[in-house]
DNA sequence: CTTGCCTTTGACGTTAACGTCAACTTTTAC
DNA sequence: GTAAAAGTTGACGTTAACGTCAAAGGCAAG
């Protein structure tokens, strides 16, 4: 596959492509004329990436845990470093919950006052 | 308050209390030297400000939200946004709950392969 | 062969939320 | 009254994950 089309199934620009092989997150293969050519399971790979991107971790950790991700293999200090981002994420998870609790009482508030007619029952 | 008091108070830099005031998150009066001076409920804006930026606002939407944060007071279109970042909330944590539990799975292989004494049935 | 789309490398631009001096002035403590 | 601690403004630095040209070469179709 070329880069276009890796691009597009991923929902990725090409531009995401050069980066993630630039941080060694990726690899190629190139055409006698100097393109990228692309295995297709490369696709399921950067759904990967962006996924781990997206819970927060940086390029550098994802470098780290992509290839136990798919051999599934991984020495007992590399099963810490995962123990560790999934308790960081479940972490991270408890204080957003939290954070979207106190967000949907302000709401709940500003909702009720929305349905009182501009001042019914709001002063003694 | 002085700028020290809150910032240890709410476990933020003196920076960012003149970086949230830079973008109107809060206030401050002045002592005669010209030293910023704040009231004791600063700190509870702080927090709830590092909550929101934890949450993945900017700044500028913090600074949208945070009187109706306070005063619990908003018009139809304000709660629109509320209900729209609280949803987009309730999005990003069921990514992240998906993601977790298939980096869960990667952990569950990974220690599975651990326990067995290197080569135990890897091969047939 | 040439038109038109895709790709390549290189390099500068962007954005957010501060960090980090530097050179001073204010307050505080003794 | 005099250090030391804390505060002030100004301004440049940082980091990550790309965006966005620019100039040039590759590739399938007719």
Redesign the interface.
Known sequence: MRIGEVASAAGVSTRALRYYEQQQLIASSRSTGGQRLYTPDTVERVRWIQ??Y??GLSSRTIVEFLP??HT?????E??AR??A??DR??D??R??????A???S??A???F??TRPAGEAAEV
């Open positions: 996924l781990l997206a819970a136990c991700v599934g293999i991984a020495g007992p590399m099963i995962l123990r981002e999934r994420l479940d991270h998870m204080d957003l919950a939290a954070t979207r106190r967000l949907d302000v709401l508030a500003a909702e006052g929305a």
